[in-house]
């Protein structure tokens, strides 16, 4: 089992984006996705902080893992002390953006390579959202049935 943290306020995985060409070498138009730039750094945000914390642990190629994923959006500043405590003692929690899913969708594709072969090697999974004073998202990667 490895466990990280992700410092930070959680950041979603960004739709790609399409530009269009034309090639004067071929006289063609074509159209180009790319990833934005955001969704690169986050990216590379979680690989950095998983070396940093995991060092060079990779989970066998025939594991089927299990991956718990704890995301704290920061308080606004503007929140009432009542509505604070709330927040902080999980009482009230974020139905704001990022989405869980595109959360869970960046964590996962940047641990590609890095924590395990493929996210296809995912078979389960868990994903919370709450408040906190200190934004960051937690992540825990197991083989799947262990605890």
Known sequence: ????????????????????GYSNKTGTAYTRA???????????LVKIEYER???????????MLDIRIFAYYGIPNSTSKKKR????EGKIRPTKKPDFDNIAK????????????????????M????????PRVEVKIMIAGEK
Do not use: H, W
């Not at 960046?106 to 999974?125: E, F, H, R």
């Open 34 to 44: 790319y990833t934005p730039k955001k969704t690169k750094m986050y990216e590379n």
């Open 1 to 20: 089992m490895v466990k990280f943290i992700v410092p930070g306020e959680p950041a979603g995985k960004g739709r790609p984006r399409f530009c269009a």
């Open 53 to 63: 914390q995991c060092g060079r642990y990779k989970f066998p190629d025939d594991s």
């Open 85 to 88: 405590q709330g927040m902080v």
């Open 127 to 134: 994903f919370r959202k709450y408040y906190s004073e200190d």
């Open 106 to 125: 960046i964590i996962c594709d940047s641990l590609n390579g890095i924590a395990y072969k493929d996210d296809k090697m995912i078979v389960d999974g």
